[in-house]
């Protein structure tokens, strides 16, 4: 899964939650983004670069959410 398909997937999670998602691209450096979903943030890098497995559990694990559910 790239970060995009990560993104577009927990865009969706929190549309169904009624949580709300954003991206904010200037929060971050480089490539990095912070992708909010409500109260809690992770930080997606290069979002056209596949995501390793740690990462992505990682992520999932910041967000409060699980691996599954995307």
Not at 54 to 61: H, K, L, P, Q
Request: charged share 25%; proline share 3%.
């Amino acid at each position: 899964m790239t970060g995009n398909e990560f993104i577009r997937k927990v865009k969706a999670l929190g549309k169904d939650r009624g949580l709300p998602v954003r991206l904010d691209a200037s929060r971050g450096k480089g490539s990095h983004q912070t992708l909010y979903f409500g109260a809690v943030f992770t930080v997606v890098r290069n979002t056209k670069d596949e995501l390793k497995t740690g990462t992505f559990r990682a992520m999932c694990a910041q967000l409060g959410i699980k691996p599954n559910d995307l």
